[in-house]
């Protein structure tokens, strides 16, 4: 059920508002926030979203920053119902912060991983659903917590982002701690998908099956994807897709229609 806000903007000293438990975990510098601050204070573009009492639901960065420079500067507000229960505060939090390009991958996850444990039985889809991303992108990021202590040290550290953490998710734990190493030492992406991909092999005696030339129909979309090169396997396949369905998400954020798309796949493929 849609979290209830009220309509009314309404103004609150910074230093009146209290702090409660936020998804982000991990904050900018001083430096950073103190330019928040000042940025907020010629114009705050968003409200926060507080709740009764004071306590802020969304916004806390910003709280933060204004906290250095100017705790008496006076904020716009929402007021949220007061019956919010953890888990939708969780996913307002969410909508409003995974949204933006500063949340970490790791606060995103753990972000993820709160709200499993608000809404026990959920699945990842529903949480996709609720905050409007991709439910791939859930399942990447909770595939952190069925890594060893090791690799969510690493993420929490910054050292290794969603791509890594969820291809090392897929092997078995005795596996995980070299992968990570891999990945600290800087070894080349092409050549640690190649390892990845022979871990992942089962143990038989026939060889992967390769194509030049993979067709696949669409269910239901009317769509036909060809994925054509030289001795192709499955993996390679979905390999490319998952690169390529990035991509596309992000050209489309920027307006781009489907033939300058093309183009734009047709120079990077040139230029390597």
Same mark, same amino acid.
């Given at each position: 059920?849609?979290?209830?806000?009220?309509?009314?903007? $309404?103004?609150?000293?910074?230093?009146?508002?209290?702090?409660?438990?936020?998804?982000?975990?991990? *904050?900018?510098?001083?430096?950073?926030l103190r330019a928040l601050a000042r940025s907020v204070m010629?114009?705050?573009?968003?409200?926060?979203?507080?709740l009764p009492g004071n306590f802020v639901l969304d916004g806390?960065?910003?709280?933060?920053?204004?906290?250095?420079? &100017?705790?008496? *500067?006076?904020?716009?507000?929402?007021?949220?119902? $007061?019956?919010?229960?953890?888990?939708?505060?969780?996913?307002?939090?969410?909508?409003?912060?995974?949204?933006?390009?500063?949340?970490?991958?790791?606060?995103?996850?753990?972000?993820?991983? $709160?709200?499993?444990?608000k809404n026990p039985g959920s699945t990842a889809k529903e949480?996709?659903?609720?905050?409007?991303?991709?439910?791939?992108?859930?399942?990447?990021?909770?595939?952190?917590?069925?890594?060893?202590?090791?690799?969510?040290? &690493?993420?929490?550290?910054?050292?290794?982002?969603?791509?890594?953490?969820?291809?090392?998710?897929?092997?078995?734990?005795?596996?995980? &701690?070299?992968?990570?190493?891999?990945?600290?030492?800087?070894?080349? !992406?092409?050549?640690?998908?190649?390892?990845?991909?022979?871990?992942?092999?089962?143990?038989?005696?026939?060889?992967?099956?390769?194509?030049?030339?993979?067709?696949?129909?669409?269910?239901?979309?009317?769509?036909?994807?060809?994925?054509?090169?030289? !001795?192709?396997?499955?993996?390679?396949?979905?390999?490319?897709?998952?690169?390529?369905?990035?991509?596309?998400?992000? $050209?489309?954020?920027?307006?781009?229609?489907?033939?300058? *798309?093309?183009?734009?796949?047709?120079?990077? &493929?040139?230029?390597?």
């Amino acid at each position: 059920m849609p979290v209830s806000l009220n309509k009314t903007v $309404e103004k609150r000293r910074a230093c009146e508002l209290k702090v409660r438990p936020q998804v982000r975990k991990t *904050f900018p510098p001083e430096s950073e926030l103190r330019a928040l601050a000042r940025s907020v204070m010629k114009r705050q573009l968003h409200p926060l979203i507080i709740l009764p009492g004071n306590f802020v639901l969304d916004g806390e960065c910003r709280l933060k920053a204004l906290m250095l420079v &100017a705790p008496n *500067f006076e904020l716009d507000v929402i007021m949220a119902d $007061e019956d919010v229960t953890p888990g939708e505060a969780v996913e307002l939090q969410m909508i409003s912060a995974m949204h933006s390009t500063s949340l970490s991958s790791y606060d995103q996850a753990l972000a993820c991983k $709160e709200w499993k444990e608000k809404n026990p039985g959920s699945t990842a889809k529903e949480l996709a659903e609720k905050i409007d991303r991709d439910p791939s992108l859930m399942t990447r990021l909770l595939s952190l917590w069925t890594t060893i202590p090791q690799v969510i040290a &690493a993420a929490g550290e910054g050292q290794i982002g969603i791509k890594a953490w969820y291809q090392i998710s897929l092997l078995p734990p005795a596996d995980q &701690a070299g992968l990570l190493e891999m990945y600290r030492s800087s070894m080349p !992406a092409a050549q640690i998908t190649e390892i990845m991909r022979k871990k992942r092999l089962p143990a038989t005696n026939c060889e992967t099956v390769k194509s030049s030339r993979i067709k696949c129909e669409v269910p239901g979309r009317g769509a036909t994807v060809i994925v054509s090169g030289q !001795a192709i396997s499955l993996e390679d396949m979905i390999d490319a897709l998952g690169d390529l369905l990035k991509l596309a998400k992000r $050209e489309s954020e920027k307006g781009l229609d489907a033939k300058t *798309f093309e183009r734009v796949c047709r120079d990077l &493929a040139k230029k390597g």
